[in-house]
Each structure stands twice: as C-alpha cells, then as structure tokens.
C-alpha cells in the first residue's frame, strides 16, 4: 500500500489521534472499573493500522 498517496497521509493523521484515544480510555479507566484492555486493544489497532499502511519494516524501526 506504499503506492495510496492519501492513505499514508490520513494515516498519519490518524495514528495520532488513535492513540491519544487510548490514553485517554487508559486513564479514564483508573477512574471507574476496567480501561487497561481497552486502552490495549486501541492502541494494538493503531499499531496495526501503521503496519498495514506503511509495511512491518517501517513499523519496526
């Protein structure tokens, strides 16, 4: 996927923001019951998301 102009950029964007949503379900979470494995699994999908996009080597630098 090395080729999609706008999808390297939107997620670029994106990333970010993802996982600054984790953050937030991560610390929000000390608050109330549960947050960690939700904080987890948004976070992995972000992850997941910039490996998809930008290949495993990128990923893993």
Do not use: C
Request: proline residues 3%.
């Amino acid at each position: 996927m090395r080729d999609h102009l706008i999808l390297r950029i939107v997620s670029k964007f994106l990333i970010p923001v993802i996982l600054l949503f984790a953050f937030y379900v991560q610390f929000h979470g000390e608050l109330g019951p549960g947050g960690g494995f939700q904080a987890g699994v948004i976070a992995a999908s972000a992850l997941i998301v910039h490996m998809l996009v930008f290949g495993l080597d990128e990923t893993r630098r």
